[in-house]
């Protein structure tokens, strides 16, 4: 049997998410016994796109780290453990890296803020670094009065 792609189980999981709107949309917009006909065959094709998936899943390689066969197997642990342990250790990094961005974009709206208000010639250029515009105001004493807006992507 030829190797199946991660494509062919995309393609199949996104089957079984364009059945399960399909039935949402109908369940909202339930009309009477024409919709109804109309989800029966929905759950159908639902059934078949799972049974798919479960066999196409069946014949996916599948590799075991081998960390986890001499570490957690060869001493008698749990594997589910080293599962565990893992996912705590990316959900670390992942906080500590969220953290890192966050602070160096304030920072960046920070010193843009400042760049504007000490260099309002600079302001536009500013903005455009930035992504969103910097407007500065000038104030009737002659303070300088900046405002960051900054599109959220």
Same mark, same amino acid.
């Given at each position: 049997? #030829?190797?199946?792609?991660?494509?062919?189980?995309?393609?199949?999981?996104?089957?079984?998410?364009?059945?399960?709107? $399909?039935?949402?949309?109908? !369940? %909202?917009?339930?009309?009477? =016994?024409?919709? !109804?006909?109309?989800?029966?065959?929905?759950?159908?094709?639902?059934?078949?796109?799972?049974?798919?998936?479960? $066999?196409? $899943?069946?014949?996916?390689?599948?590799?075991?780290?081998?960390?986890?066969?001499?570490? %957690?197997?060869?001493?008698?642990?749990? =594997?589910?453990? %080293?599962?565990?342990?893992?996912?705590?250790?990316?959900?670390?990094?992942?906080?500590?890296?969220?953290?890192?961005?966050? #602070?160096?974009?304030?920072? #960046?709206?920070?010193?843009?803020?400042?760049? #504007?208000?000490?260099?309002?010639?600079?302001?536009?250029? +500013?903005?455009?670094?930035?992504?969103?515009? +910097?407007?500065?105001?000038?104030?009737?004493?002659?303070? +300088?009065?900046?405002? +960051?807006?900054?599109?959220?992507?």
């Amino acid at each position: 049997m #030829a190797p199946i792609s991660t494509d062919q189980v995309e393609d199949a999981t996104k089957d079984i998410l364009q059945n399960l709107f $399909s039935l949402m949309i109908q !369940t %909202y917009e339930h009309r009477g =016994p024409r919709t !109804t006909a109309a989800m029966h065959t929905e759950v159908l094709n639902l059934i078949s796109s799972l049974q798919s998936l479960s $066999s196409l $899943s069946a014949t996916l390689p599948t590799q075991v780290p081998p960390e986890v066969i001499t570490e %957690y197997v060869g001493n008698g642990r749990n =594997p589910d453990i %080293y599962t565990r342990e893992f996912v705590e250790l990316v959900q670390r990094r992942n906080q500590a890296l969220r953290g890192k961005c966050e #602070a160096f974009d304030g920072f #960046a709206g920070e010193l843009a803020g400042e760049i #504007a208000r000490f260099l309002p010639e600079l302001g536009g250029e +500013v903005g455009r670094v930035r992504g969103g515009g +910097v407007e500065v105001k000038r104030e009737v004493n002659g303070e +300088v009065e900046v405002a +960051v807006k900054r599109e959220e992507t």
